[in-house]
């Protein structure tokens, strides 16, 4: 999954940048609300996470410049402001959770994982395709049952086909939730993680739609 941090707090933007990735997220950071705010014109996220005082453009300027373009990615403000004037009018500006400062990790991804079951319209904490099941919270993937190896960008595609289940996602779009602006990609970076995953998982799991991306059948739900 692919998440915007904006935080300009040095010390605790590297630190939620560390922890966020190595719960799988592909996390792209930046210090500055006008910075934010040109990115989320120009680029694509699944969720962003958004602190509220920013130097250049305050979070709550970011949050209603991004509402008012008519976009509904998920987010949550992670403050350290905590009165309840404040919370509401993060979440009257279009937020969609709010947590404050200091705060536990494990709570943060917890809330984005709700976030993402929310807006993806799914109640239930995992996903599945036959017999192939995927557990965010634990990140583990099972097949028949049997826990399965699988690398981080390998579950984080598993996790983005398996929450767009019939619908064809394109190679770009694949690709960015896979890697940040600072990371190195290969040209055919994608295709080694979908022949990994099909080696693992079976052949027929990741259907190829040729000259447009990838998709998972749902139609084979049940084959």
Not at 60 to 88: C, K, M, W, Y
Not at 122 to 136: A, F, I, K, Y
Not at 145 to 168: C, D, H, M, T, Y
Request: negative net charge.
């Amino acid at each position: 999954m692919r998440l915007l941090l904006v935080e300009d707090d040095e010390l605790l933007g590297d630190g939620l940048s560390v922890g966020l990735t190595q719960n799988g997220y592909t996390v792209d950071w930046l210090k500055d609300g006008a910075s934010a705010d040109q990115a989320l014109q120009t680029e694509e996220f699944e969720v962003v996470v958004l602190d509220l005082g920013l130097p250049k453009l305050s979070g709550i300027e970011v949050l209603q410049n991004f509402r008012n373009r008519g976009n509904t990615t998920p987010v949550i403000i992670l403050t350290a402001r905590e009165s309840i004037e404040d919370r509401i009018k993060g979440l009257d500006s279009g937020a969609d959770d709010y947590l404050t400062k200091p705060f536990d990790l494990d709570e943060l991804c917890a809330r984005l994982r709700a976030l993402q079951r929310r807006f993806n319209l799914r109640s239930e904490p995992t996903l599945s395709h036959g017999n192939v099941m995927l557990d965010p919270a634990a990140h583990t993937v099972t097949l028949n049952n049997e826990p399965i190896s699988i690398s981080r960008r390998e579950f984080a595609l598993l996790n983005k086909l398996l929450e767009n289940e019939g619908r064809v996602l394109s190679r770009e779009s694949l690709t960015q939730t896979l890697y940040g602006w600072g990371d190195e990609v290969d040209s055919n970076a994608l295709e080694v993680h979908i022949h990994n995953l099909r080696k693992k998982l079976g052949q027929d799991l990741i259907v190829t739609i040729r000259g447009i991306g990838y998709m998972i059948d749902k139609s084979k739900k049940d084959a």
